[in-house]
C-alpha cells in the first residue's frame, strides 16, 4: 500500500501502475539524442522513478497498437505521455481508448512536446500551440501553488541550465490549478505546470523535456513526475451515471 496525503487528508491506496508511453523515435535517429538517452527517454523517466515504488511498464509508437491495448490501459493507473514527431500517425482508435480511460479516472502526466499530442488536444478542446525557441536557453520552472501536492519537496524554484524556451500565448483553457510558472533567459513566461479534471481523471502537463537536453536526468525533474503520478492515481468519488433516471422518491 502507498499513503498519499491530499491537503489534511491521508488515503492508503495500492501501488500505483504507471504506463510511460515515449515514441522512441528521436533516440533511433538522431545520434545527439541517443547519446543523452541511450534505451530512450521513457526508460530514463522509468529508472528515475523506480526509487518511488510504482509497478512501472513502457510502450512505444512502433508497438501494435503502440503498446496502448485495451489490458495495458486497464491496469493502468497513471500513464505518462511524451510525443513530438508523429502526432498525426497516431492512431484515433487508441487516442479514443485513452480519452475514455481518463474520463474514467486515468491519470495522464503529459511531457513537453506532448503538448500537440491528439489526446491532449482532445481533453483541452482547443489547438494547444503556443511560441518556441531552441537556444540552449538556462529556465527557472517558479512554484506558484505550494499547497499544491505535486510540489511536494520541491524548493522555490527548479532551475535548469538548457532547456527549449516554450512562451505565452499557450492556447490551453485556463487550468483548473497553475502549480509552475517558468522563466527563460531570453525574456520569456510561460505556463509550464498545469493540473486539470476531466470527469474522473486528472491531467498534468509538465513543459521541460526536450529530447536534446539532459532534462530527464535531473532528479528534481523526475520528482515532480514521481508527484504528480502520487497525485493523478490518488482516489475519486462515485462513477457518474448518465441517462433516463428512475426517481428516488414518490413524485405526487
Known amino acids: 500500500m502507498i499513503k498519499i496525503t491530499i491537503g489534511s487528508k ?3 491506496i495500492k501501488e500505483i501502475n504507471v504506463t510511460i508511453w515515449n515514441e522512441f523515435i528521436h ?3 538522431d545520434p545527439k539524442v541517443a547519446s543523452i538517452y541511450p534505451e530512450g527517454m521513457h526508460m530514463t523517466i522509468a529508472e528515475g522513478l523506480e526509487p518511488y515504488g510504482f509497478n512501472i511498464r513502457t510502450a512505444t509508437f512502433n508497438e501494435p497498437e503502440h503498446g496502448l491495448t485495451e489490458n495495458v490501459l486497464n491496469e493502468t493507473d497513471v500513464l505518462i505521455w511524451w510525443g513530438h514527431l508523429v502526432h498525426d500517425q497516431v492512431d484515433d482508435q487508441i487516442v479514443e481508448r485513452v480519452y475514455e480511460r481518463v474520463l474514467n479516472g486515468m491519470g495522464l502526466i503529459v511531457l513537453h512536446s506532448g503538448h500537440f499530442s491528439k489526446i491532449f488536444k482532445k481533453l483541452m478542446g482547443t489547438t494547444c500551440d503556443l511560441k518556441w525557441r531552441e537556444a540552449d536557453e538556462r529556465t527557472r520552472l517558479w512554484v506558484v501553488d505550494p499547497a499544491h501536492p505535486i510540489t511536494n519537496g520541491i524548493d522555490e524554484y527548479i532551475e ?10 499557450f492556447d490551453v483553457p485556463a487550468p483548473d490549478r497553475l502549480i509552475f510558472i517558468s522563466w527563460f533567459q531570453g525574456g520569456e513566461v510561460f505556463r509550464s505546470g498545469c493540473a486539470y479534471y476531466r470527469r474522473l481523471g486528472k491531467i498534468f502537463y509538465f513543459q521541460p523535456g526536450h529530447e536534446t537536453y539532459p532534462t530527464y536526468h535531473n532528479e528534481e525533474i523526475i520528482k515532480v513526475i514521481a508527484n504528480a503520478v502520487k497525485w493523478a492515481a490518488s482516489p475519486h468519488g462515485p ?4 441517462g433516463y433516471a428512475e ?6
Request: charged content about 40%.
Open 10 to 12: 491521508t488515503f492508503e
Open 27 to 29: 533516440e533511433q535517429t
Open 160 to 169: 535548469l541550465e538548457e532547456e527549449e524556451m516554450y512562451g505565452e500565448f
Open 239 to 242: 462513477t457518474p451515471t448518465f
Open 247 to 252: 426517481p428516488l422518491e414518490e413524485i405526487d
